[in-house]
């Protein structure tokens, strides 16, 4: 998580795409560099969700943080539409070969950080 934030750090990734959240440790480690304005999470569990904002809240970051409930790549479909861009894509696994055969995960739009 440290390595994580430190690449996050240096190039001053204002927007991340997290697939998978879990516990929503990293998330919240994201979002509390001052460069992170917006963290997507993109998590199935919908329990997950309910379990981590108290934790978001507690840390204060979670006006920074946009839990998407659902099939990722239902999700990816969704942010494509809304035109969203991201710096950074972290994924808690590793995508399918299926996802990246079909283009989902390439077909986000990565801005280059300045």
């Not at 959240?21 to 999470?41: D, I, N, R, Y």
């Not at 790549?73 to 590793?94: N, P, W, Y």
């Amino acid at each position: 998580m440290i390595a994580i934030d430190h690449f996050v750090f240096f190039v001053k990734a204002g927007t991340v795409l997290e697939i998978g959240m879990f516990t929503g440790t990293t998330t919240v480690s994201l979002a509390l560099l001052p460069s992170v304005k917006k963290v997507v999470s993109l998590e199935l569990e919908g329990y997950l969700k309910v379990n981590n904002t108290p934790y978001f809240e507690k840390a204060g970051v979670a006006h920074k943080i946009d839990v998407r409930i659902g099939d990722a790549l239902t999700s990816l479909d969704t942010l494509i539409k809304e035109g969203a861009t991201f710096d950074m894509v972290r994924f808690s696994q590793l995508p399918s070969p299926w996802s990246l055969q079909h283009g989902h995960a390439p077909t986000l739009i990565l801005r280059r950080c300045h």
